[in-house]
């Protein structure tokens, strides 16, 4: 055997999808298909072209095996967002590029966690056990360092709770993910970033230990006439 033919060998061998992985893909296939509780161990065995009993020497029962695919397109999600979001400077533009990641997620790793999460909430509970996280939780872990580089940078007051501000941020994201509104378009960049920067950006820019119920600054308001 030649050098060339050897390393091509190794290279092919490398590249070569284990067993496992060929497993973890049939799963997703087949949970994108029916979802956790039609998928059955032998339908994916069958797409992974190996046995049950091959199947079963890496994964003991479909929960372990689904959950795996799970949480192996939880962490693709994940990585691809934070990728893009990496990309851009700004609080703002990383809020509209995260608004346009989750209105477009069907064509993201992360539409069929979403979707089994909802759709399943007992079975998907059941595959990942802890291996993610609820999904407010789990936003707000991803967006929390985002806000500390937003406070470290000076764009948001220095008094922020990066994690408490970080959980109303994937609630705001939730909603404009979601949920279409009249004033913002939540299908174009420009309006998603103007109303980023007048609200979003702009409330955080507040000092929170300094803020009033808005009855109380109406009354100190009159007062000063």
């Not at 497993?23 to 298909?33: G, P, S």
């Not at 507040?206 to 308001?221: K, M, N, V, Y």
Request: proline content about 4%; charged content about 25%; some cysteine.
């Amino acid at each position: 055997m030649s050098l060339g033919t050897a390393v091509d060998s190794v290279t092919a061998s490398d590249t070569k999808p284990s067993v496992r992985d060929r497993l973890i893909d049939a799963a997703e296939r087949c949970l994108t298909a029916k979802g956790i509780r039609a998928t059955t161990v032998s339908e994916v065995a069958e797409v992974a072209g190996v046995s049950r009993g091959w199947l079963y020497r890496h994964f003991p029962d479909k929960a372990e095996l689904l959950g795996a695919a799970i949480v192996r397109l939880n962490d693709a999600f994940w990585t691809e967002s934070r990728t893009r979001l990496d990309a851009v400077r700004g609080l703002d533009q990383r809020i509209a590029v995260g608004v346009a990641l989750a209105r477009k997620e069907s064509e993201t790793p992360g539409a069929l966690v979403l979707k089994l999460r909802q759709e399943e909430p007992e079975a998907f509970t059941a595959c990942v056990g802890l291996g993610v996280r609820g999904l407010i939780p789990e936003i707000a872990a991803f967006w929390e360092p985002y806000l500390q580089a937003a406070v470290d940078e000076g764009e948001i007051h220095p008094n922020t709770d990066c994690a408490e501000a970080a959980e109303w941020i994937a609630r705001q994201m939730m909603s404009l993910a979601t949920v279409p509104g009249e004033k913002c378009d939540v299908d174009d960049h420009e309006s998603v970033l103007r109303h980023a920067r007048r609200y979003i950006v702009a409330a955080l820019r507040c000092d929170p230990d300094q803020t009033a119920p808005a009855s109380a600054a109406r009354s100190a308001s009159s007062a000063d006439r």
